[in-house]
């Protein structure tokens, strides 16, 4: 009896005893959470960050920081994903992607690309101290020569075999998909193209687009296909490529039973779809001089102003022409010119479609970190909701490039990327501009000075 009552003190001695209350390395309290998977805000909850990653997400969050944030009022966004850009000197463009809370990236070939160089940026976005955002790619372009990119943009760094790879024959392609195998890529860049500016040049044969796809089977690498057209759209789903790195030059039509039979096809390899409509608005930016007042963009961009040519303007103008007549547009304005790409990706994301954001970053008027937002606001213009663009721009992204175990939402367990907003994000998605702290792995991130 005396053994029993010892033992029932020992019993309530353990129950009584506090509960050990935990360390995190930072606390963001009482903030709104849109978390990035496409659930409804939730309010006031605390954030606890511990060695990079969110260990936990309650409304109260039993632990203790030494480092915290007032989250009240503020809003608190997943890091966001550029998933098209390219460069040629990262040290310089990585920071401005951070400072606009694009905490990853996905470089999708380039005429620096070698493998080496691809190493050298992987691990400048493994690190937490300078300001860069994750990096993730494709393989080099796989593309043929005298065709895009090298004609688009000549130079002499595109180096047959290390920049860039150019077919010749199907045989060639089982040694160059083994070969880019052996390095993280995400998936192999591959160009179908007729352009996309004059002169026209034939596109790469099927049996190329075809060999690549079944290859790249073999090592569990997918084909990220550049399409320009409906034509190219056409051949590469023939051809089995998984996923698309552009929208542009794209027109759906959903009574043609042809087309849409086509995509349903398209639709049961779960593909991945990304944007770049930043492509016609940076095209078309010489054109109207007020964009560049914006306050949300960096000093160094506003003064892009002054590199508007004539020449510039030209080219401007007749880009805008050639884009209201493929699709039979009158007005000049940004929601009219973008209304009918945005229908189209959002009857490809209410069918399911993995659609994830890109910019295509890289020629003028194409902004490090701020044109992923202007891309969001010409889907927002278009008729999506933030709620949905939101999530194109994280946890979509994330599993498009097969890391949504660990990234692209505010999740437990998940890696600490994230945005806080002093405005409501979900009321207009220009409010993603609002940031007050960029976070990287569980680290606050050095900002630019924006005066
Ligand atoms: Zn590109």
Same mark, same amino acid.
């Given at each position: ?6 033992? #029932? ?45 969110? !260990? ?68 400048? *976005? $493994?690190?937490?101290? #300078? ?43 089982? *040694? ?15 160009? #179908? ?16 687009? $075809? ?26 789903? !023939? ?8 929208f542009t030059g794209i027109d759906i039509d959903p009574q043609d039973s042809v087309q849409v039979k086509l995509l349903a096809e398209f639709r049961k390899r ?19 001089? $007020? ?104 946890l979509n992204a994330a599993k498009m490039l097969r890391v949504d175990d660990e990234l692209g939402s505010i999740e437990a367990g998940k890696l600490a990327d ?34």
């Amino acid at each position: 009896m005396k053994q029993l009552a010892v033992l #029932i003190v020992i019993i309530l001695g353990f129950s009584c005893r506090p509960e050990p209350v935990t360390e995190y390395d930072l606390i963001i309290s009482n903030v709104n959470l849109v978390d990035g998977t496409g659930s409804p805000l939730k309010e006031a909850i605390s954030v606890g960050i511990k060695e990079g990653k969110i !260990r936990a997400l309650a409304k109260a969050l039993k632990g203790r920081s030494n480092t915290y944030l007032d989250g009240s009022g503020k809003y608190l966004i997943p890091g966001l994903f550029d998933c098209h850009i390219h460069t040629i000197d990262y040290q310089k463009d990585f920071p401005k992607f951070v400072h606009y809370g694009v905490t990853s990236v996905f470089i999708t070939g380039g005429s620096l690309c070698t493998d080496a160089y691809y190493a050298e940026m992987r691990e400048h *976005g $493994e690190q937490d101290s #300078i300001p860069s955002p994750r990096v993730f790619h494709t393989s080099q372009h796989f593309s043929m020569e005298g065709r895009h990119p090298s004609k688009t943009y000549p130079s002499n760094t595109w180096r047959d075999g290390e920049s860039i790879f150019y077919l010749k024959d199907t045989l060639q392609i089982e *040694g160059l998909v083994q070969h880019v195998s052996q390095f993280p890529n995400i998936g192999i860049k591959l160009t #179908i193209e007729d352009g996309p500016s004059p002169p026209f040049v034939e596109r790469m044969p099927m049996a190329f687009v $075809e060999k690549t796809v079944k290859e790249g089977e073999k090592y569990g690498l997918e084909v990220f296909a550049h399409v320009s057209d409906n034509v190219e759209l056409e051949m590469a789903i !023939r051809a089995g490529v998984q996923n698309l790195v552009h929208f542009t030059g794209i027109d759906i039509d959903p009574q043609d039973s042809v087309q849409v039979k086509l995509l349903a096809e398209f639709r049961k390899r779960n593909p991945s779809w990304i944007t770049t409509m930043m492509i016609d608005k940076s095209f078309i930016y010489p054109l109207y001089p $007020e964009w560049f007042t914006a306050e949300t963009l960096l000093p160094e961009y506003r003064a892009q102003s002054k590199r508007v040519t004539q020449k510039a303007k030209w080219f401007a103008s007749g880009y805008l022409n050639f884009y209201k007549e493929s699709y039979g547009l009158n007005g000049d304005d940004l929601p009219t010119l973008m209304a009918p790409q945005v229908q189209d990706i959002q009857y490809l994301y209410d069918r399911g479609f993995n659609m994830v954001l890109g910019t295509d970053i890289g020629g003028d008027f194409n902004f490090q970190g701020h044109s992923l937002h202007e891309e969001m606001q010409l889907l927002e213009m278009g008729g999506m909701q933030p709620l949905e663009i939101l999530k194109m721009g994280t946890l979509n992204a994330a599993k498009m490039l097969r890391v949504d175990d660990e990234l692209g939402s505010i999740e437990a367990g998940k890696l600490a990327d994230m945005i806080l907003l002093d405005k409501n994000p979900l009321e207009a998605i220009e409010n993603t501009l609002a940031i007050t702290t960029v976070i990287k792995n569980g680290k606050i991130q050095q900002r630019r000075n924006n005066k």
